[in-house]
């Protein structure tokens, strides 16, 4: 029985707490066989809908589906939407005690029309950010962290950019990491990622690394020894992912970079590609959610980062395999890290 092999076998029981902006994702499948009379746009004849968890609830699906024990936090709209969301987290066995609701916002609600396994439009709906005093945020979700964080194995930050994050919350999330060494991984949105603060890991891909390149001062670049702000060739992002690294302080870097794999960087190491898996590409929405998932599965049951980085990529290759945000299956995960 190899390494990944034990790591995987480790998943069961583990602690994770996942912070983010929650989506109800819904998802219209059907066939188009005519063209409208009345505009020039597809008909697509349902054959079914249904609802899944989206954002850092699909985080959370995934995690489940692997054998952890999840706790979830955010925010949702006073809403039928909402009441959905939550319905599904409970069918899925995901702890709903840290999901709030806020009487100022709508859920945030994603509809994608699938035809012939070709997604036709995806219509949004949600509540824009705004410098309002964030109540739910300061007098219950902070409350609760605090109550609960030292219950934890791991944490994941999954930032959708829909207003959940600001400099206090994160500043109270790296302080409590502190206290009870606890793991902090981040999907980040925003383009400052020292924003985020000094966590374990964060996990861009490869446009949201280069709008932080492109954030950094031109002195801050030439100190770094930053070639460019690109991360197309293997030299540029070999540099410029290690110099990022530097730049923000924090102990390493994974960078997915669709296509071409993804570079773990860590203090003191050099750059660790990992090339893609991915035999068929049918959709790479939710690809991030499974890695960074999996990836902080993988520490919290005592994998280091390199093998939690390879094992998430053989996660990535399964799910972009399917269509839609859809979480792996730990039976899949075990036979494609067999299969490498």
Do not use: W
Not at 104 to 119: E, V
Not at 123 to 143: C, F, G, M, S, Y
Not at 193 to 198: E, N
Not at 214 to 239: N, P, Q
């Amino acid at each position: 029985m190899n390494k990944n092999t034990n790591i995987i076998k480790r998943f069961k029981g583990r602690r994770l707490l996942v912070i983010g902006d929650l989506v109800l994702d819904q998802y219209i499948k059907g066939s188009v066989s005519r063209i409208s009379p009345e505009a020039p746009v597809p008909i697509v004849v349902q054959d079914e809908s249904f609802y899944t968890p989206g954002g850092a609830a699909n985080v959370a699906n995934n995690l489940r589906s692997l054998g952890a024990e999840v706790v979830l936090v955010g925010k949702i709209g006073d809403d039928i939407e909402g009441g959905i969301l939550k319905r599904e987290l409970s069918k899925r066995s995901i702890q709903t005690g840290g999901v709030f609701v806020d009487q100022n916002m709508d859920t945030t609600f994603k509809t994608r029309i699938i035809a012939q396994h070709q997604q036709v439009v995806r219509v949004d709906r949600e509540t824009p950010p705004t410098e309002k005093a964030d109540n739910i945020k300061h007098k219950q979700i902070l409350p609760f962290l605090r109550r609960r964080f030292t219950d934890f194995d791991a944490a994941i930050v999954s930032d959708y950019g829909k207003g959940m994050f600001d400099m206090g919350l994160m500043s109270q999330i790296h302080e409590l990491a502190l206290r009870h060494k606890v793991p902090v991984v981040v999907d980040p949105k925003l383009e400052d990622l020292r924003a985020y603060g000094q966590v374990s890991c964060i996990t861009p891909n490869k446009k949201e690394a280069e709008a932080a390149l492109k954030s950094i001062s031109l002195e801050a670049h030439k100190a770094l020894g930053m070639r460019s702000v690109s991360m197309d060739k293997k030299e540029d992002i070999a540099a410029n992912g290690q110099a990022l690294l530097s730049y923000l302080g924090i102990d390493s870097l994974l960078i997915t970079l669709g296509e071409q794999g993804m570079y773990l960087f860590e203090h003191n190491k050099p750059p660790y590609p990992i090339p893609t898996r991915a035999r068929e590409v049918f959709d790479v929405s939710g690809a991030g959610d499974t890695v960074i998932s999996v990836f902080t599965l993988c520490m919290a049951a005592g994998a280091d980062k390199r093998h939690a980085a390879d094992i998430a990529n053989d996660a990535a290759g399964v799910v972009v395999g399917k269509m839609g945000a859809v979480a792996i299956e730990l039976e899949e995960l075990k036979q494609a890290v067999a299969s490498r």
